[in-house]
């Protein structure tokens, strides 16, 4: 009952997936999305401030009023969590939870939806995550200036469609060549379409002659390159090539 009800404690749990926040329509859709991306997502945590949510049996449920306040965080699987998602009503909610999911959790991966862009660059600023602005007007120019583009971009961000953008980091590599490594994901399927480095805004085509240790490559692909695949891409003396 107590799980149930939100009132469970999953602080031991190590390596989790923490959704902070809830949404009837868009919850969901990011659970199936993260099952989708095939990333490694095994235990998802829900911390939400209502009780009445809709997920699947396999997902776990912490209820608190307040999604910022470290006890809930705790119970959440935050503090050893690997990746962090906040999709809350208001961005200074938002903002808040940015910032007390690293007081407990600053290795974790956390990525955050707002809707102002000042306040998006605020928080990758001070708490170090991935911020996510609502590009909204910008896809209606891009469907009326190239109509089709704005079903392309968002079937890009679905995980569950048969083509998705995905992105990798490399490690162990010593100044692999671009142009190579393009060619090699082109034969297995994917097509590489930027690369970035140490968080830097990402380097569309032509890319940088040579791929460096550290540096994200993003590519489409039908489903999420395996760790084989990478050390084929990379070449047989890359045996430490980690996506």
């Known amino acids: ?5 939100g009132l469970g404690d999953f ?5 989790a997936t923490v959704i902070i926040g809830y949404h009837t329509e868009r919850t969901p859709r990011m659970i199936k999305d993260i099952f989708s991306g095939r990333d490694g997502d095994k235990d998802i945590v829900i911390l939400a401030d209502q009780k ?6 396999d997902v776990r449920f912490v209820f608190s009023e307040r999604l910022d306040h470290e006890e809930a965080l705790l119970r959440s699987a935050t503090r050893q969590a690997d990746k962090v998602l906040i999709y ?3 961005d200074s909610q938002t903002f808040n939870i940015c910032l007390a999911v690293r007081e407990i959790n600053s290795a974790a991966t956390v990525a955050a939806f707002f809707m102002d862009r000042k306040t998006a660059i605020r928080a990758e600023k001070f708490a170090g995550i991935d911020a996510i602005v609502s590009t909204s007007a910008e896809m209606l120019v891009r469907a009326v200036q190239d ?3 704005g079903s392309v971009l968002m079937a890009l961000t679905a995980a569950g469609h048969k083509s998705t953008l995905y992105s990798d980091i490399l490690t162990g ?7 190579d490594t393009r060619e090699a994901i ?6 590489m ?21 550290g540096m994200t490559v993003f590519y489409i692909a039908q489903i999420r390159f395996e760790k084989a695949v990478w050390s084929d891409i990379l070449g047989m003396n890359q045996k430490e090539c980690l996506p």
């Not at 690369?195 to 460096?212: C, R």
């Open 52 to 57: 009445n949510v809709l997920i699947p049996d």
């Open 1 to 5: 009952r107590r799980m149930t009800e």
């Open 173 to 179: 590599i010593n100044n692999m060549s671009s142009d």
């Open 88 to 90: 809350t009503e208001t």
């Open 186 to 191: 082109s034969k297995h399927g994917g097509t």
């Open 193 to 213: 379409v930027a690369v970035s480095k140490d968080n830097e805004p990402p380097t569309f085509s032509p890319f940088p002659k040579n791929l460096e240790p």
């Open 147 to 149: 109509p089709g583009s």
């Open 11 to 15: 602080d031991d749990l190590s390596g």
